[in-house]
Nanobody, 114 residues
Framework: QVQLVESGGGLVQPGGSLRLSCAAS??????YAWYRQAPGKQRELVAE???????YYGDSVKGRFTISGDPAKNTVYLQMNTLKPGDTAVYSC??????????WGRGTQVTVSS
C-alpha cells in the first residue's frame, strides 16, 4: 500500500505562485496526476506526468502550471504560477503503477484571494 502526502498549499494573492509536493511512501513507475475540486464543482484533472517524461495539462492551466518529478525522492511537484481566484480548490495527488490500483492523497487547500 502506497501512501501519498501532499503539501505546499495555502493562501496566495492573485498573480502569485505556489509549489505543491506529493510524496509517495513507495516507488511509482507509472503515472502521477494532480486533480482539483472547488466547492460545488466536479473534480478536474489539472496535470499528469507519465513515466516521468510525458506530461498533460488541463486547458485552464496550460502555460501557468508545470508538473515535474524527482524519482529519487518518489515525489512529484506542481509549480503553479500566475494564480487566479478560479484556481482556488482542494488539490489532490493520484499515483498509479501500470495495471495497479490508483492511490490518492488527502489533498491540500489552495486559496487565491486578495
Amino acid at each position: 500500500q502506497v501512501q501519498l502526502v501532499e503539501s505546499g498549499g495555502g493562501l496566495v494573492q492573485p498573480g502569485g505562485s505556489l509549489r505543491l509536493s506529493c510524496a509517495a511512501s513507495g516507488s511509482i513507475f507509472g503515472t502521477y496526476a494532480w486533480y482539483r475540486q472547488a466547492p460545488g464543482k466536479q473534480r478536474e484533472l489539472v496535470a499528469e506526468i507519465i513515466s516521468g517524461v510525458h506530461t498533460y495539462y488541463g486547458d485552464s492551466v496550460k502555460g501557468r502550471f508545470t508538473i515535474s518529478g524527482d524519482p529519487a525522492k518518489n515525489t512529484v511537484y506542481l509549480q503553479m504560477n500566475t494564480l487566479k481566484p478560479g484556481d482556488t480548490a482542494v488539490y489532490s495527488c493520484r499515483a498509479q503503477n501500470p495495471g495497479g490500483a490508483p492511490y490518492w492523497g488527502r489533498g491540500t487547500q489552495v486559496t487565491v484571494s486578495s
